[in-house]
């Protein structure tokens, strides 16, 4: 990953860099974090791919451990945790039980699924992991992400919204506050949804192993993503 | 010569057909002994493998080809050959015990396992079997060249047939057509029936031909037969054949042994001194992983096919596909992520989970699985 051009100052655009670049530029680490600066370039690349190839919303940059259900006591590197637009993960056994609701309710096919948030470790392709540091990476973070924590991070021409992210793309700037930038009523009340008050968690996220997507950045500047669990889970029928 | 294998197991058949699993596993005395041959795990029992199957889910690799074409390998048979992981298993847990089979059975048929007066015993044995092989086998290709010679004089006599409907009487004829290849199988004949066929062929008074030559019947009688009718030759030199009892030395055929039970006594001689006991089998770095997923109840296989370390199984192999692909490490040992990737990739395009995993500390394995995520 090659480093952005040293500039004095940050924030005024400079259109001689990228749009990646700039937006590095513009997205400094907070002073108490204690992560080294390729390891946040590298997140950062990571997040721009995740908002504008896949279309990611509420991204946020965490560099300490999660409130809750994390046993480690420090990051070992900062791990994004955003929105899909679609579903990302369902587990199988989850996968059934939707079709036979479906089934039971005399419909056809999928039914609307909300998105659930997902944490994203990045990595470069070329680094030599080892299993100690999954193992930290996962003992550092919680089930689920949480709403509120961690870093929001500045897109460039992008409203600062309190959480949301208006998709530009949707041209929605109407993106309130509190509410879900995606309509869709949950069919399930278990389902959990961008912004997580009032409903339960979904049995299937607290239920199965934790999980994260394994970010991994190539020379090409690609990224690729892979859903490690950790335990033992079983394959999804593609 | 051909080398004949005899078994001399005579096994009961099997009482009824229930296979569901109320047959006894006490039918298998425990612990059950492995056999050490050359650095590999061996059973040779069919009930020991179906014991570890149906209640130890230890499922193992079966090697056993035919010995005259080994090459004909998409079914394998006994006996049986165990990872060294699986073997350790069963040793920890007390299920089976690892027996040096070169050192025991030196021992069973050496130092005082069998007496000298066994011995020459079991020796003559198997001298009377490989006799009685011979002889089977000689009365086989007598047969066959009977039925070729038959065919043959079928053959002939149509031609004559032919031939003296057509053009008139002429009992010579062209040569023969060779007997037909498949009759004779076994190639020691060849020379021979090349050289009764022209018998056949010609007519009576060219005797001179039969003679000079090896025959494979040795009796007297047999010879003039031949010489005086074709008709009469074979069936007579086949059913002398059949009462013959001395077989000459050159045709008695090697035997070997295809068990030691016989032999060797069933329950080992007191006297004898125990073997000594082997250490655990060495097993590789993945065996924490190993002991984990067995213990969650996976039928694990060697993953060669997939360039992994094991298959795991939720259940038997005959019922179900398996789920992941295995590879152990250690806790702390470096790994390329280009090979996770590539795991994940291969696992994910054959509908299966890439599973990594190690002792995290003493006695707490944990694992990680992969799969692409489709973005």
């Known amino acids: 990953m090659s480093t952005p051009r040293n500039?004095?100052?940050?924030?005024?655009?400079?259109?001689?860099?990228?749009?990646?670049?700039?937006?590095?530029?513009?997205?400094?680490?907070?002073?108490?974090?204690?992560?080294?600066?390729?390891?946040?370039?590298?997140?950062?690349q990571v997040a721009h791919n995740l908002r504008f190839q896949h279309g990611w919303t509420e991204i946020r940059l965490h560099y300490h451990p999660s409130r809750q259900q994390a046993t480690a006591h420090s990051l070992p590197r900062p791990v994004i945790s955003g929105l899909p637009p679609q579903r990302l993960y369902m587990h199988p056994d989850e996968q059934i039980e939707v079709l036979q609701r479906q089934r039971e309710q005399g419909k056809a096919g999928w039914p609307e699924v909300a998105p659930e948030r997902e944490w994203v470790v990045p990595s470069q392709l070329q680094e030599s992991w080892t299993l100690r540091r999954f193992g930290d990476v996962f003992d550092a973070l919680s089930a689920v992400p949480a709403e509120k924590e961690g870093g929001r991070l500045h897109f460039a021409n992008a409203i600062q919204l309190d959480g949301d992210e208006g998709l530009e793309m949707m041209g929605n700037r109407s993106g309130s506050g509190a509410g879900s930038p995606f309509n869709s009523?949950?069919?399930?009340?278990?389902?959990?949804?961008?912004?997580?008050?009032?409903?339960a968690p979904n049995k299937w996220r607290t239920g199965q192993p934790k999980r994260v997507l394994l970010a991994t950045l190539d020379d090409d500047s690609t990224v690729v993503y892979y859903i490690v669990h950790d335990g033992i889970v079983k394959p999804r029928q593609n | 010569m051909p080398?004949?294998?005899?078994?001399?197991?005579?096994?009961?058949?099997?009482?009824?057909?229930?296979?569901?699993?109320?047959?006894?596993?006490?039918?298998?005395?425990?612990?059950?002994?492995?056999?050490?041959?050359?650095h590999r795990y061996m059973l040779y029992d069919i009930d020991t493998v179906l014991a570890l199957r149906r209640d130890h889910h230890i499922i193992g690799t079966l090697i056993g080809t035919l010995p005259q074409s080994p090459q004909q390998n998409v079914f394998c048979g006994l006996p049986l050959e165990l990872m060294p992981e699986e073997a350790r298993l069963l040793v920890e847990e007390g299920v089976a015990y690892v027996v040096d089979d070169v050192q025991a059975h030196k021992q069973g048929f050496l130092d005082?396992?069998?007496?000298?007066?066994?011995?020459?015993?079991?020796?003559?044995?198997?001298?009377?079997?490989?006799?009685?092989?011979?002889?089977?086998?000689?009365?086989?290709?007598?047969?066959?060249?009977?039925?070729?010679?038959?065919?043959?004089?079928?053959?002939?006599?149509?031609?004559?047939?032919?031939?003296?409907?057509?053009e008139g009487a002429d009992t010579q004829t062209e040569d023969g057509d060779e007997i037909p290849s498949n009759t004779l199988a076994d190639p020691t004949c060849t020379t021979e029936t090349g050289s009764v066929s022209t018998e056949t062929d010609k007519t009576v008074?060219?005797?001179?031909?039969?003679?000079?030559?090896?025959?494979?019947?040795?009796?007297?009688?047999d010879s003039i037969s031949?010489?005086?009718?074709?008709?009469?030759?074979?069936?007579?030199?086949?059913?002398?054949?059949?009462?013959?009892?001395?077989?000459?030395?050159?045709?008695?055929?090697?035997?070997?042994?295809?068990?030691?039970?016989?032999?060797?006594?069933?329950?080992?001689?007191?006297?004898?001194?125990?073997?000594?006991?082997?250490?655990?089998?060495?097993?590789?770095?993945?065996?924490?992983l190993f002991k984990f997923l067995h213990s969650r109840g996976y039928f694990l296989a060697p993953g060669l096919r997939f360039g992994c370390q094991y298959m795991a199984y939720p259940g038997d192999p005959l019922r179900y596909h398996s789920h992941f692909l295995c590879n152990g490490l250690d806790w702390d040992q470096d790994f390329d992520l280009m090979e996770l990737v590539g795991g994940g990739r291969l696992g994910t395009g054959v509908k299966k989970g890439f599973l990594i995993g190690g002792e995290e500390q003493e006695g707490k394995p944990r694992a990680f699985c992969v799969e692409w995520s489709g973005m």
């Open chain 1, 7 to 44: 500039s004095s100052s940050s924030t005024p655009e400079d259109p001689t860099l990228s749009g990646l670049h700039q937006f590095i530029q513009d997205n400094r680490p907070p002073r108490d974090a204690t992560h080294e600066a390729h390891a946040h370039k590298l997140a950062l």
């Open chain 1, 185 to 199: 009523t949950p069919e399930r009340e278990g389902t959990v949804t961008s912004n997580g008050n009032g409903h």
């Open chain 2, 3 to 38: 080398n004949v294998l005899f078994s001399t197991i005579r096994r009961p058949p099997p009482k009824s057909d229930d296979m569901s699993g109320s047959k006894p596993s006490s039918a298998v005395s425990a612990p059950v002994p492995i056999y050490l041959v050359a």
């Open chain 2, 112 to 166: 005082r396992g069998l007496s000298g007066e066994e011995r020459k015993m079991y020796v003559n044995a198997l001298q009377r079997q490989g006799a009685d092989a011979g002889r089977v086998t000689r009365i086989r290709a007598a047969e066959r060249k009977e039925r070729g010679l038959a065919q043959q004089r079928q053959k002939q006599a149509r031609k004559d047939l032919n031939k003296s409907t057509i």
């Open chain 2, 205 to 221: 008074n060219e005797e001179d031909d039969a003679q000079g030559h090896d025959s494979l019947f040795t009796s007297r009688e």
């Open chain 2, 226 to 288: 031949a010489r005086e009718g074709s008709r009469s030759a074979t069936p007579v030199s086949v059913r002398s054949l059949r009462h013959k009892l001395t077989v000459p030395d050159d045709e008695i055929q090697p035997i070997t042994p295809t068990t030691s039970y016989p032999p060797l006594p069933q329950h080992p001689n007191k006297d004898a001194p125990p073997l000594p006991t082997l250490p655990l089998p060495t097993v590789p770095t993945s065996y924490p």
